[in-house]
């Protein structure tokens, strides 16, 4: 989808269009090579994870320091010329991509790591350092990054303060807004915003880095973050368990909690359709099939429990007590436990694949809600059975746009993923999901953005889970730090 695909949304006359001058001038901050304005090698920039929303960007810019981000802002800032932030550019909600011809600064030449105190665990980095790439860093340090989620690959440190990501192990560690001790950010004008502390404790005045978390490029470009990082768990246990009904599965996460206690450090949950949806994607037997047949088994519901601590032995004869106690009285109708670290990895694909699974009729939309949990899987059920009055959903009939509507997520966090996994990007879905999915939100009290953020996608929808008086306060900081509003317009305020 482009700008054209959304006829409300326009280009605003304020902003320059990128001149030669401009060109030169980046040049010489940058380097040639910095500079990219070819057809071809723009396209990776302009267009998003999901394929679903494609900007015009004329030129891309990597700078390779804070300093030079800053040459670089304040000259956009002077020339009112639009930027977007990006890092790995997996944002879910078209946040990291162009909608116009914005000029799109990457910090992927910001990438090394600046220091590791290991008696602390506080890492401070670039915030173009792939989130694999730090996770592997503090592996060989005895430390764990506090986050974790399916794009580590590719996503980028600053990418996920930016949008405060989640993730799969925000139940033991909590979020950014607790690990994050600093940041270094650029603002539009160019001030650099230096905070790289390594304070666990500040109480002197306003908490100002926890503007920039979550801010997804609105404010400022973060270049530096420091981070305090757990100790790396030595032992590590994963079951995977299916389920008769969406209430065994609370009961089992109530159970979870009381008997796991301070070893739970993952509690998710699938529905069966996404397990088909995974299965056809990785072409792995399920962890829960008969020897004979590989296929998904008719449980309408799977967990992933992960947990981890620093004593083997006791872990297992906990993660076993717990596991014996749900089985016998039958709130847990199947499961397997991993038995070494390569079948750890394949349960959670089990898990982690699900996002990608779920482009490969063609494309998805992408909801990521926080809801009570007793009507959480309810909004799934009750998408799917729009989408099929409509007359949009088959997932045998290739000529509906919809093939499903799946749901799956981390109920230990309250958040639930709806996709629903289209053969094409049809307005008429579009138009047959929002605002319902978010009305839907609003009258339980949830919020339709538990973790990947407002971006693009969600810009007209922000008062379904925001006040007025929240919203205009939102809009006075904006105004505050970005008074010309170059950084990533079109999204978000
Ligand atoms: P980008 O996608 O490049 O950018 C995201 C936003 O942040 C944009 O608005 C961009 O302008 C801004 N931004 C990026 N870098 C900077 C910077 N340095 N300074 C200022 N602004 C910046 N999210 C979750 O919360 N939990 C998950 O479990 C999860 N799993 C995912 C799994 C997959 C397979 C995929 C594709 C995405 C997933 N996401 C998840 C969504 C996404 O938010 C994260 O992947 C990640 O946090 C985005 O990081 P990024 O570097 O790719 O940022
Ligand atoms: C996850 O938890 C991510 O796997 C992605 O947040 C969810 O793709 C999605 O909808
Ligand atoms: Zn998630």
């Excluded at 396209?43 to 800053?70: C, F």
């Excluded at 796991?260 to 962890?287: N, Y």
């Excluded at 939100?441 to 693009?456: L, P, T, Y």
Aim: charged share 25%.
């Amino acid at each position: 989808l482009t700008a054209e695909n959304y006829p409300d949304v326009k280009r605003d006359p304020r902003f320059a269009h990128l001149t030669d001058t401009d060109l030169a001038f980046f040049r010489s901050v940058v380097g040639d090579k910095q500079v990219i304005t070819d057809s071809n090698d723009l396209a990776a920039y302009n267009e998003d994870w999901m394929r679903k929303y494609r900007g015009q960007s004329k030129v891309v810019l990597k700078p390779k320091s804070t300093s030079e981000i800053s040459t670089l802002l304040k000259y956009c800032n002077e020339h009112l010329l639009a930027v977007v932030p990006q890092g790995g550019n997996t944002s879910l909600v078209g946040g990291s991509v162009p909608v116009f011809d914005e000029v799109v600064i990457s910090v992927a030449n910001l990438n090394r790591v600046r220091s590791f105190d290991e008696t602390s665990g506080i890492l401070k980095a670039d915030s173009g350092v792939i989130l694999e790439n730090a996770e592997s860093f503090l592996a060989e340090h005895g430390a764990v990054f506090p986050l974790d989620l399916g794009a580590k690959g590719s996503c980028f440190i600053g990418g996920n303060i930016a949008t405060n990501a989640g993730g799969l192990r925000l139940l033991r560690y909590g979020s950014l807004h607790g690990s994050v001790l600093g940041l270094e950010a650029v603002l539009p004008d160019g001030t650099i915003y230096d905070s790289m502390h390594s304070l666990r404790k500040d109480n002197t005045g306003y908490d100002l880095k926890q503007l920039f978390i979550g801010s997804e490029g609105t404010l400022g470009i973060i270049t530096g973050i420091s981070i305090l990082c757990p100790a790396r768990p030595r032992s590590v246990n994963v079951a995977f368990l299916g389920l008769e009904s969406y209430d065994k599965v609370r009961e089992t996460f109530r159970r979870a909690r009381a008997d796991l206690c301070e070893i739970l450090s993952a509690f998710e949950f699938m529905d069966r359709k996404s397990q088909v949806f995974a299965s056809r994607f990785t072409g792995l037997p399920h962890p829960l099939a008969g020897e004979d047949n590989t296929d998904v088994p008719d449980y309408p519901f799977y967990v992933l429990i992960e947990v981890s601590g620093s004593n083997k032995e006791h872990d297992d004869a906990k993660l076993e007590s717990f596991l014996e106690s749900v089985m016998e009285d039958e709130t847990v109708a199947d499961g397997t436990v991993s038995q070494d670290e390569t079948q750890l990895k394949t349960l959670w694909r089990w898990r982690e694949s699900i996002s990608e699974a779920s482009t490969m009729f063609g494309g998805v939309f992408k909801y990521d809600v926080s809801l009570p949990l007793p009507k959480m899987y309810s909004l799934v059920d009750s998408v799917a059975e729009r989408l099929k009055e409509k007359g949009l959903l088959s997932f045998e009939d290739s000529s509906k746009p919809v093939a499903d509507a799946i749901g799956y997520g981390h109920i230990g966090d309250g958040n639930l993923h709806l996709n629903v996994c289209v053969r094409e990007y049809a307005k008429e879905v579009e138009e047959a999901l929002e605002p319902f999915v978010y009305e839907q939100v609003q009258a339980n009290r949830g919020s339709i953005s538990a973790e990947h953020g407002v971006g693009f996608q969600k810009k007209h929808y922000i008062q379904y889970s925001k006040s007025p008086v929240e919203i205009q306060m939102i809009k006075d900081l904006k105004k505050h730090y970005d008074p010309k509003g170059i950084m990533n317009p079109y999204k978000y305020i």
